[in-house]
């Protein structure tokens, strides 16, 4: 005769399952780790490659970069580096360089910075409709009008000069900027805001004094975006500078590729100028960029 008790189902024992120690957790564990820190290291070395080509070419001696272009740092010599700053006449371009991308730089981020708190927060007819038509600007390709654009500045006597350079790369960084801000200020907290108003604080004040610290990460994020675009610009040099007396380095490294193709050590020499600055920059402000995102300022 069945009872209750053979026909209830058995219930598993504690003692039959096979608890993993804790070295098979921790391998476990560092399996996923480790195969993600594998693919990050073949993507550095593949992202690297190039940067340390280029510097251990411009380090090398003009004998051992004909013989010997793909070996890392055989030998060490600086005379790469004076051709280029000498012959090459890097110094100007790299003078150049910095009078274009720090004013223009210096205005997209001061017109983006108010332009986006205006949109963001103060409120005024018509306000929607002028945010879109300013972000009009990124939908609208530099290809499209960059020849009518050179006969204007001719009209105007702007062309080939540092003026209408620049004024050429700050209109064509406003409609990002200003996007980029108003996103970030319209993320900040209201009660800051609102809390200074009511103990009588000007919208000058509120803006210099409370919500421009709080938006010193976006702006440290724009700076570094707009400067690597500018410096990097190499279409607008080329088109309203024709003279060459105000030649910057993408210029400059385009015609000396152009009449010094053999020497390929000056040429490196002239890009790892080109590029350390930038790096420089983005190392000096790797947290603002950083805190920049993470304080949601890519938010729409």
Known sequence: MMTSSTLAPRRPNTADRQVPTKPELRTHRLRPQFGRQILLIVLAVFTLFPVLLVISTTLK?????????????????????????????????????????????????????????????????????????????LLVPFFTYMIPLYFQLRSMGLLDTLAGAVLILTSTGLSFGTFFMRAFFSDLPAELEQAARVDGASELQIFLRIMLPLARSGIGALTVFTFLGNWNNFLVPLLYLPGGDFRPLTSGLYMFTGGRSLDIGPLAAGTLITILPVIVLFIVLQRQVTQGFLSGAVKG
């Open 61 to 137: 001696t003009p004998e051992d970069v004909r013989v010997n272009p793909f070996g890392f740092f055989s030998t060490i010599s600086l005379q790469n580096i004076i051709d280029a700053w000498t012959v090459g006449r890097f110094s100007d371009y790299l003078l150049n360089s910095i009078l274009l991308t720090v004013p223009s730089t210096a205005l997209v981020v001061i017109f983006s910075t108010m332009a986006g708190y205006t949109f963001a927060r103060l409120p005024f007819r018509g306000r929607g409709a002028l945010f879109y038509l300013v972000v009009l600007g």
